[in-house]
């Protein structure tokens, strides 16, 4: 009897060995995900947090009894040819029936710009980690298999228009300073000057020629004699050279107008005492919740990372594609991409950080996100507000 019952725990044992090791060679159990490194490559921060998170998602799934949808994912790790002129456009994209989706880890608009126009119109998704400044829209729609975990720039103008909101009564002095030879910065100007004006605040708009120096100052003191003597707020759309200039000049003038940057805050601005920016990333680190994130992977495998929200976008971005797979009809023997292209512009609660982010369909990426308003304080980026902002459909101009 004996002998009997060890045969048959010994064939249970078999058998479940042989349908362990048929799931581990059977490709159309697995489904594969390309991966796009940041531009510093794998072996360096933050390429590294990225690869150990990947490999965080990649046990958690085969550990869950399910998968997804009853398949595991694989994250091939692609590398990018730093030395070529256009790496993007030498990554060789094998994309076959079991790859699910591409994503890239870039966050350089370069690299992110040339993977859409070689992707746009195709069946794969390709998932961008950042995005904020690369358009995924044609003809005012956004492309059907392009996805961005970043708010496109124009978020910056209902950001500061909600801060406005937030901080300032209706009849609070605000100028808008753009050039109207620069494409990009007059479109913005006009779509904050909309906003400020539909929020019940009668904005001023000057426009000035950013080729000549000599403009700036000249707005700067016709700003500051603007209506009296009562200081007002000024948003600038000049670029870098332009808010520099007009900043200095109130300097100059030691005015107390307060001088708001539509642009992206990097460290060339740490010098500009009291400049406030706009910014979807920048506190991150420090204010997004993704402290949480590092301890989850360290309390449930054991692995570290040092750059807590380069994880927390592998998670935001896995979770969006397991979210948009599992929403196909189950059984799903091989996927249908139509459908999944269709699942990934509508799916909701994607953890990130502190934030659960909901896909607009109108946009193909988040319908909001968190704006951490900075102002330069001691050569550094101090917080002063968060604000929840929408993000806003494209519009290629006024």
Known sequence: MRKIFASIVI???????????????????VWNVLVIPPLTGWENEPGKSISTALKWCEAEISDSGTGVAGHDLKFIRLNLNVSSDNPARDL?????????AIMSFSLSPEIDRVLVSRLAGREIPLMLAGGENVL??????????????????????????????????????????????TVNQEREAKICYNMLD?????????????????????????????????????????????????????MRLRSNWRLWNCAEPDPSYLSCKGMIFADQNISLASAGGFL?????????????????????????????????????????????????????ERVN??????????????????????????????????NLDIVNVLGLVYVPGY
């Open 292 to 344: 949480e994130t590092k301890r989850q992977l360290w309390r449930t495998r054991a692995m570290q990372v040092n750059n807590s929200v380069a994880a927390g976008r592998v998670i935001a971005l896995t979770e969006w594609l397991k979210k948009a797979i599992e929403l196909i009809p189950q059984p799903v023997d091989r996927l249908n991409y139509s459908l999944l292209l269709r699942n990934l």
């Open 349 to 382: 609660s994607i953890p990130f950080g502190n934030q659960n982010l909901n896909i607009s369909s109108r946009l193909h990426r988040p319908s909001q996100r968190n704006v951490f308003i900075v102002e330069v304080r001691n050569r550094r980026y101090d």
């Open 136 to 181: 995924i829209d044609f003809a005012g729609r956004p492309f059907p298999n392009i996805f961005a975990l970043d708010l496109f720039r124009d978020y910056r103008c209902n950001a500061f228009t909600e801060y406005a909101k937030r901080i300032y009564k209706p009849d609070k002095r605000i100028a808008l300073a753009a050039s109207r030879f």
């Open 198 to 250: 539909n929020a019940g605040f009668m904005p001023m708009p000057y426009w000035a020629d950013a080729s000549a120096r000599d403009s700036f100052s000249m707005m700067a003191e016709e700003i500051e004699s603007y209506e009296g003597e009562q200081a007002g707020v000024i948003i600038s759309f000049m670029g870098s050279m332009g808010a520099r200039e007009i900043w200095r000049n109130f």
């Open 11 to 29: 064939v249970l044992c078999l058998s479940n060995f042989a349908f362990c090791a048929q799931r581990e060679i059977n490709h159309d159990w």
């Open 92 to 100: 060789n994209l094998q994309v076959n029936d079991h790859t699910a």
